[in-house]
């Protein structure tokens, strides 16, 4: 897979998975080996987690491979970023490989179907033994004083549809976008969006945060946990940082901008969580996600004070195997 050009070998692991799925001996076989049952079963923002190992945003943004990532034993899935229309995102190539650095560089650029078609995919969904996160964000082309109006419109598209959701303002991807996570904006949109979910059937609401906030921001999105009333955040996004790489800058140079994600996440991440964890306290929720690749990784995030932790580049890296490596070590 490592010889396909990245975003191919994304499309066509996932198809080579559900052609063994649909095998029923050998998806019998793939089931028996990779899923880890439900070991660890947990309760969280008054959702029941089979287990604490989540797939994080961005790997299935259209709700398109739930049926197989809940095979291979993931407790909960985040489906999106979606954004309210539809957008293809950046051109290709978007999406690198770091392999001396165990990382990945995407601009993908949010490319989705759009929330309508999302919302009749998971209408056709039928019955889940998985908790699903909708992870929320605006079109490219809305002004971020619009912004709010998209983040409402995703939420009421799929709020009968999902358990929980993440409002995205930290992807490095889409322009302008993490200036989102400045106090004002961030308010406006957190407070319209708990306006709407208190007048209906309430879901939680978590924020997920870039690993390259100042103290300040920290500081920000902290009171605004608690102001708002969300449920917690999700630490962290990639990172715009290109220090400590084990790759060439002649390489780093032809791949350009993009967030970084993978083994040289885990430090920034870790770091992140923890401030926040500290600073929001211990009944809210806190998913820890970045640089995650191994059982012990994601032991140790949650001895710093995760709720649940979730990963996508660890996949590409160490394979399906992984989620059962992490339940097993967090059993
Ligand atoms: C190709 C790719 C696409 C991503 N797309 C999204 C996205 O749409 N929304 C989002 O919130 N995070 C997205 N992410 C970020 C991941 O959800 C995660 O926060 C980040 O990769 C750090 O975790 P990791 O080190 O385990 O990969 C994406 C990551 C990658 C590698």
């Known amino acids: 897979m490592f010889q396909i050009e990245p975003e191919r070998a994304h499309h066509l692991t996932i198809a080579m998975a559900r052609f063994g799925f649909s095998i029923p001996l050998l998806s019998n076989v793939i089931q028996s080996s990779l899923n880890p049952g439900n070991l660890q079963a947990t309760r969280i923002m008054g959702l029941d987690f089979p287990n604490k190992v989540g797939l994080a945003a961005g790997f299935d943004k259209d709700g398109k491979y739930m049926d ?3 095979r291979l034993g993931f407790g909960f899935i985040e489906i999106g970023t979606v954004t309210p229309r539809p957008q293809v995102g950046n051109p290709k190539p978007r999406l690198f490989r770091l392999k001396k650095d165990q990382a990945l560089i995407n601009r993908m650029g949010f490319n989705n179907d759009g929330v309508e078609a999302l919302r009749s995919r998971l209408q056709a969904y039928g019955d889940r033994s998985f908790v699903l996160g909708g992870n929320i964000g605006k079109n490219k082309d809305t002004p971020n004083e619009e912004a709010f109006r ?8 799929i709020r009968d549809l999902v358990d929980y959701f993440v409002v995205n303002v930290s992807s490095p991807n889409t322009p302008g976008l993490r200036a989102l996570q400045d106090k004002e904006p961030l308010s406006k949109i957190l407070s319209e969006l708990q306006t709407l979910n208190h007048k209906g059937e309430t879901k939680p609401i978590l924020l997920k945060i870039a690993p390259d906030v100042s103290p300040e921001q920290i500081e920000d999105i902290s009171d605004l946990v608690s102001t708002c009333n969300i449920d917690g955040i999700v ?3 990639t990172t715009i940082d ?6 060439s800058q002649t390489d780093l140079d032809k791949i350009g901008n993009g967030g970084l994600s993978g083994a040289p996440l885990k430090s920034f991440s870790s770091n992140i969580m923890q401030q926040i964890r500290r ?9 820890g996600v970045g640089g995650i690749m191994s059982g012990a990784d994601a ?6 004070g995760a709720n649940a932790v979730q990963i996508y580049t660890g996949l590409v890296y160490k394979g399906p195997g992984l989620v059962k490596e992490i339940v097993s070590a967090l059993a």
């Open 279 to 287: 600073n929001i306290g211990p009944d809210k929720t806190v998913i």
């Open 68 to 70: 197989i990532m809940a």
């Open 299 to 304: 032991k140790a995030r949650i001895n710093d």
């Open 150 to 157: 998209d983040y409402v419109k995703c939420f009421e598209a």
């Open 242 to 247: 290109r220090s400590g790489l084990s790759s």
């Open 235 to 237: 630490a962290t996004n």
